[in-house]
């Protein structure tokens, strides 16, 4: 599977931007995805996951509230809406896919990940 990160860019404090992520196959229907991020000179970290129906979430407590997941598997897309962006929201996001839909956390239980959208947030 391959996956397509886009809709990244420099976005003032405060801000919103909507992520997509979307999969070449089909398949993409029945995995869970999750959202990572990385900014510079830090580990990646857990932002969000959705559970292959779209019925289950998870967030980061750093995001909760602030973030939503959601998917179109008509489109086999994932998306990642975010507002009231903060600066120590910079950072480039990653999107994953996990074939066996355990629905985790952990970055280690995702099989494909795209390229990776960077999100800039200017004080």
């Known amino acids: 599977v391959q996956l397509q990160a886009s809709g990244g860019g420099l976005v003032q404090d405060g801000g919103s931007l909507r992520l997509s992520c979307s999969a070449s196959?089909?398949?993409?229907?029945?995995?869970?995805m999750g959202w990572f991020r990385q900014a510079p000179g830090k580990e990646r970290e857990f932002v969000a996951t959705?559970?292959?129906?779209?019925?289950?979430?998870l967030y980061a407590d750093s995001v909760k509230g602030r973030f939503t997941v959601s998917r179109d598997n008509a489109k086999n897309t994932v998306y990642l809406q975010m507002k009231r962006l903060k600066p120590e929201d910079t950072a480039v996001y990653y999107c994953?896919?996990?074939?066996?839909?355990?629905?985790?956390?952990?970055?280690?239980?995702?099989?494909?990940w795209g390229q990776g959208t960077l999100v800039t947030v200017s004080s």
């Open positions: 959705i559970n292959w129906s779209g019925r289950n979430t």
């Open positions: 196959e089909r398949t993409f229907s029945t995995y869970a």
């Open positions: 994953a896919a996990d074939r066996r839909s355990l629905y985790s956390t952990s970055y280690e239980t995702y099989d494909y």
